[in-house]
């Protein structure tokens, strides 16, 4: 009998494998005094696929007030292997012509299989 999680991942691969895309992260160059240079070097190729989680939270208002605020986080999935593991928070990664900054990357429940990549978009102020 085949286990739950087993299946699980079972379903993660043949997810991935027919809808990835490469995606190439970046880090910044360092100098002596780990300030960066501006330039960046290519990390890695991964195979992945771009998906968005949304959730909501509470936040408080001036006015004493609370609302709702939705909020998207864009992540990569992709499956765990040596290429993967160079990943770092602050790398840089084009996704659909967008440069974004990780900002997390989890292994997905612990399962030493599949990672969750979580991403944020750089503001560089130029979008109105």
Known sequence: MITFERFEAA???RFVSRYK?????SRSVLNAYKEPTGSFESVCTIDGVYHEASYTHLTSTES???RYVKE??????CLKNVESDLIKEDDVVAVNGKDMVV???KDINNSGFALDISLR???DGSQA
Request: hydrophobic share 40%; aromatic share 14%; net charge positive.
């Open 11 to 13: 379903k993660i691969r």
């Open 21 to 25: 895309k490469p995606y190439t992260f």
């Open 64 to 66: 004493g007030g609370g």
């Open 72 to 77: 998207i986080t864009p992540m990569i999935l």
């Open 103 to 105: 900002t997390k990357v």
């Open 121 to 123: 978009f750089i503001d």
